[in-house]
Structures are given as C-alpha cells and as structure tokens.
C-alpha cells in the first residue's frame, strides 16, 4: 500500500480487487501451456459470460475498445458514414468511430440518468435521417432510458451498440445492460468492476456477429490451409492467461456489485443533510452496479469539486472529475453535437462543472469511507 508523506494509505478511486481463483484458473493455463492465444479459458470465459448476463453469445477480446471497434465494423460502418454517441462518456466510446473513418455526432445527456437524452436524439434523426449505427452509453454503470432509445431507434431502423463497458452486473426492466442492443460491449480494464488486467467483451444474441467478431480478432484468416486472407484482420483477440483472470473474477461478480451499491447508498446517507451535495441519479427502471459513486454541488456553491478534489489528495485519495464531454474536447472540435438544452451549456457540460467522482473501491474499510466523508463535509 503506498503512503504519502504523513503515512497515510493511499484510498483509491476503483482498484482491481483479487480473490484467489484467478490464480487457480491461470495456472491451470501454465500447467497445461495453454499460455498462448485461445484455449479453455477463454471458451469457458465466453461461455461463462453468456450465462451470466443471458446476452446470448460473446466474444472475449483483448480490450472494450477493440470490442466497440470490432462492433461498429459488424453493424457496417464505413469511411464518412455517421455515427450516434452519448457525448458525455469516456473517449474510447468514440475513437473507433474514427478508426474507421466515419464521423461522430454527439447526442447530450438528459439530467435524470446521465444518459443520452432521446429528446436530443430525435432531433439529431431530424438532422441526419440515416446514422449506421447508435452507441449508448451507461454512465457510472446507470442504466440509460433503454425503452425510449431502443423505439427512435427502432422507429429509425438503426442498430444500437450498447457501451456497457462501465454497467457489467446493471440491470435495466430485469434484463443486463449490454443485451438490448444488437451489440454489446463490456470492459475489464484495470479500474472496472471486475478485471482481466485488461481486456473486453462483444456480445449479441446473433450467434453469425459474435463468429465474425471471433475471425476479425484473429487476423481475419480464411479456411484454408495456407495464410490466405479476403479482409482486413486485427489482433484483438484475449489470451488464455487473461481469460483466466476473467473466470475467477466473474464468480464474484455479485459480490462486486453489492459493494459497490453499498458504497453509495453509504455516501447518500451521509450527505442526506447537506443539501448542497446531490448523488449520481438512478434510473427508476434499473438496478445499477454503481461502479463510481459521483457527486454534484449546487449552482454557485462555494465548495468547488476542484476543492474536493484536493481536500482528498491531501490525505492521499484519490478522486477524479466527470468525464469531460465529447463535444468539448479539442479532438473532436469539427463534430455536431446536439444539444439537449434550447439554449446556453448543455447537461453534460453542466454536471461536468459540478461533478466529482467519489472514491468507489471495493476494498475500502468502513474506516475509508468514514474519513472520505468526514473530509467532505467538513469543507461545508
Ligand atoms: C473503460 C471504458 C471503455 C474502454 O474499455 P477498455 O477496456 O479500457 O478499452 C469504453 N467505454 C467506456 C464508457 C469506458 O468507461
């Protein structure tokens, strides 16, 4: 555990937290030297991974990047075709977009969910009738307004990928997240709910996609004998050893996620009698793995999140803002953006200014949480 200087233990925002069965499952896979690419482990992940979120079928890869990548490339994304995106989100929601030469437009979040707003939505329809593809996204791990996309949508005869990299074990209606799109995508990146060290995870009931995401992840070979090659492959694919992180981390998967709601319901208890402080919104019609607890300040409060932040990093916690919208970001200055406001900034720019993202780590003590908290509000 490193400390600071005061001999403080660092807290962290969302680390990995191992349980012992990875291990079990990797050395299985050095036993048997089934160290390289593909394997048991990764059958079994796969396997693993379909039953538990009933998403039909899935193919594991070596990051949720590469599975957005891959997903857009199914759905038939091509050089200056137009793409949907949730605006405020992680910018690996939107780079593959442009891997493939097509063009991002940015659809704002609504302030109930954080989520893409279908009443901005609609008016990017109006603008540009035929997208090739939608990517929603779930913020924090909250479900998004599923049954209003999925109609405009549906109306529209545009396929939805689901950016579910952050919502792993949330459920919208009963169902997962990652399973009402055509694609899904899920992530296992270091900071996620559960993890591979990295990897990710394209997943679809239509078993003819997930084969193909499988090819394209390998170099796209043909059956053939020799090397012979009809279309651009990539290497994308996890290995067993990876997989088999996967495995043991997916048995407590559940466990993760009641922590993880645990630590918010935590944080909203305590910051009930400040009424400058609100939580990250829940949706109605889910039940979220809040995967970060996040926090806004009232308009004009003189508590900044920036003064959060340091307050935090004093003790050696660590905390992070919002993610910076899409739209604002010098990269994608060219790209439209619609939205959700008739005027002045936009939610996700609004929550950007006021948010903050609370420290979420399974590991932290009840002691953790008790000093995140007494450092907060005594800054009120
Ligand atoms: C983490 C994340 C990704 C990317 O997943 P990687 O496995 O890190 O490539 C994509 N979208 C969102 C919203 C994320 O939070």
Redesign the pocket.
């Known amino acids: 555990m490193p400390e600071n200087e005061k001999g403080n233990k660092r807290i962290y925002l969302s680390s990995p937290t191992m349980h012992g069965e990875e291990q079990r499952f990797v050395a299985e896979a050095f036993d048997t030297n089934w160290v390289a690419p593909l394997g048991p482990n990764v059958n079994s992940f796969e396997t693993e991974m379909a039953s538990y979120t009933g998403c039909g079928y899935a193919a594991a890869l070596s ?4 599975a ?1 990548h891959l997903g857009l490339k199914l759905l038939g994304v091509k050089r200056d075709d137009i793409v949907f995106v949730s605006d405020l ?2 910018s ?2 939107c780079n593959p977009i442009v891997y493939e030469g097509a063009v991002p437009v940015f659809i704002d979040s609504e302030p109930d969910t954080w989520n893409m707003s279908p009443e901005a939505l609609e008016r990017a329809f109006e603008k540009y009738p035929h997208p090739k593809a939608v990517v929603v ?1 779930h913020l924090y791990g909250t479900p998004a307004k599923l049954d209003e996309i999925m109609e405009i949508c549906d109306r529209h005869q545009v396929p939805v990928l689901e ?1 579910a ?2 919502s792993l074990g949330s459920t919208y209606k009963g169902s997962f997240t990652g399973t009402f799109g055509r694609i899904g995508v899920y ?3 270091g900071n ?1 709910i559960i993890t591979t060290s ?3 995870m394209l997943v679809s009931k239509e078993e003819a996609l997930v084969r193909e995401a499988r090819v394209l992840s390998t170099q796209a070979r043909d059956a053939a004998r020799h090397y012979q090659h009809s279309k651009i492959g990539y290497n994308y694919r996890m290995s067993n050893v990876v997989a088999g992180i996967g495995r043991g981390q997916l048995i407590h998967m559940s466990e993760h996620k009641i922590l993880k709601n645990k630590i918010y319901d935590k944080y909203k208890e305590a910051f009930a009698d400040i009424s400058e402080i609100s939580m990250n919104p829940m949706n109605p019609k889910g039940d979220a793995n809040n995967w970060l607890s996040c926090i806004t300040l009232e308009e004009g409060c003189r508590v900044t999140p920036t003064r959060i932040m340091d307050a935090l990093a004093s003790e050696n916690i660590e905390s992070r803002p919002i993610w910076k919208p899409m739209h604002l970001q010098p990269v994608f200055a060219g790209c439209d953006f619609f939205n959700q406001n008739a005027a002045g900034i936009s939610v996700g720019e609004d929550i950007f200014n006021r948010g903050v993202c609370l420290p979420s780590d399974i590991k932290n003590t009840d002691e953790d949480m008790e000093k995140i908290i007494r450092i907060i509000k005594g800054l009120f």
């Open positions: 990051s949720g990047t590469a957005i989100t992680f690996a929601s996204v950016d990299a952050e992530s296992f990146n996620k990295g990897g990710g």
